[in-house]
């Protein structure tokens, strides 16, 4: 059985006692949330932290709820938590497409939306998605908190903006006006229920006046750039949702990407998926907005 090195452990019980902790331990300190991914690599002996800064007692971070026009998701709330919240999946519903497919009912009890966030896998659903959906996130450190939109946050493979000593606290999703016709989704080719992708897309629309007025594209698992298709975006706004619109972003999503080839397949795969996921992401985030389907 594998077995991490010897670390040191502290609860935190507020945010400003976070990052006092943090603080106190330096460099050699990271946090733990749901653990899922972090402990998996310590054992692995791929991470070596000196102090584990749990903050799983952080009910402020843990919430969900709509504020100021913004669906606010905090950091510790658990992907069951997000897939349970019928208000933020009516409100977007790419969501509830993304964290129905995420692993499977334990590691959705445990891993947390932050975590998913700041592991910064190229795999991981949520990135692509809060990619698409333009989030901002609100990072707490020592000098206050900061806001990051989502996609400033990633800069690379489990690379984020987070400078040591800093906490993710939220996710901001700024809600469309009412009179805004929009809506998104996510779909996801996996190799069996609740596995890593081997690709997956997420889109974003909202069309005004019979036209794209503005859109969404994430892309997982893709090699994309900061997890976004943006030449497809630019490619469609302004213009109207017509299905060969969408089989031309898929096609252009599929051409700038950069998927690598591993055991969930070649990279002629997966870039023919980036064109077909985009290309249904986008007619069923479309056919959602004019009430086609569910
Ligand atoms: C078997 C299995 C299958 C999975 N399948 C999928 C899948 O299909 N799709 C998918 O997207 N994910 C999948 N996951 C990952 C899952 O979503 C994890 O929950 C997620 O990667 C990490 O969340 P966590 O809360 O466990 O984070 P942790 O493991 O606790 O932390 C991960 C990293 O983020 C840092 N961190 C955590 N929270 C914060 C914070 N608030 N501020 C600053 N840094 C922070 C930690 O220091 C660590 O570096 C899977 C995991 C497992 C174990």
């Not at 977007?92 to 959705?108: S, T, Y």
């Not at 949702?241 to 950069?258: D, L, M, Q, S, W």
Request: hydrophobic share 45%; aromatic share 4%.
């Amino acid at each position: 059985m594998q077995v991490p090195a010897s670390f040191q452990y502290r609860k935190a019980t507020s945010v400003e006692h976070a990052l006092a902790l943090l603080a106190e331990y330096g460099p050699e300190s990271a946090v733990v949330a749901g653990g899922h991914s972090l402990l998996p690599m310590m054992k692995l002996r791929l991470a070596h932290p000196e102090a584990l800064i749990d903050i799983n007692d952080l009910g402020e971070l843990a919430g969900i709820r709509v504020e100021d026009g913004e669906l606010v998701i905090g950091a510790m709330a658990r992907h069951a938590d997000l897939l349970r919240h019928a208000e933020a999946g009516e409100l977007f519903p790419i969501l509830h497409d993304a964290e129905r497919v995420i692993a499977d009912p334990i590691v959705r009890n445990r891993g947390t939306v932050g975590g998913s966030l700041c592991q910064a896998d190229p795999s991981e659903d949520l990135s692509a998605v809060f990619a698409a959906l333009r989030a901002s996130l609100v990072v707490h450190g020592s000098d206050g908190p900061r806001t990051v939109p989502a996609r400033d946050f990633f800069v690379g493979p489990y690379q984020t903006v987070l400078a040591g000593g800093e906490l993710l606290g939220e996710i901001r999703v700024p809600i469309r006006a009412r009179d805004t016709s929009g809506s998104s989704a996510y779909v996801k080719v996996d190799r069996r229920a609740g596995d890593w992708a081997v690709a997956a897309a997420g889109a974003v629309v909202s069309v005004e006046n019979g036209m794209v007025a503005d859109v969404g594209i994430g892309l997982t698992a893709l090699g994309a750039e900061r997890f976004v298709a943006a030449e497809a975006e630019d490619f469609l706004r302004g213009g109207p949702p017509t299905e060969a619109g969408f089989v031309e972003a898929g096609r252009i999503a599929a051409e700038h990407c950069r998927p690598a080839a591993d055991q969930r397949g070649p990279v002629d795969y997966k870039r023919h998926l980036a064109g077909e996921l985009v290309t249904r992401a986008l007619r069923h985030a479309v056919g959602r907005a004019a009430g086609r389907v569910r």
